[in-house]
Nanobody
């Protein structure tokens, strides 16, 4: 049974920073792709950033490029999302997503709220 557990969300002011972490547990030898999605109230879930096992090149949505960085620690089955220069429009529930042995897994989500 594979589980993804996120941490690092919270409330921050405009211009602030947060770092999200997501660790996969279970019988895992490799994770093909790890990604971050987000879903704002009343909106569809959207892909924010993605990184393959090799790490390069990572994908970043244009709305976060230059502000967010995705990275991963393969030895710890962990993916990070460093979020800088946060804006109110970044407010959403952020979900970790992993592709493992051809199956997709989701975390439970972590709330990020950016106050103006």
């Amino acid at each position: 049974q594979v589980q993804l557990v996120e941490s690092g969300g919270g409330l921050v002011q405009t211009g602030g920073s947060l770092r999200l972490s997501c660790t996969a547990s279970g019988s895992i030898s490799s994770i093909e792709t790890m990604s971050w999605y987000r879903q704002a109230p009343g909106e569809e879930r959207e892909l924010v950033a993605s990184i393959t096992e090799g790490g390069y090149p990572p994908f970043l949505d244009f709305s976060v490029k230059g502000r967010f960085t995705i990275s991963r620690d393969n030895a710890k089955n962990t993916v990070f999302l460093q979020m800088n220069s946060l804006k109110p429009e970044d407010t959403a529930v952020y979900y970790c997503h992993a592709l493992i042995y051809g199956n997709y897994y989701w975390g439970q989500g972590t709330q990020v709220t950016v106050s103006s």
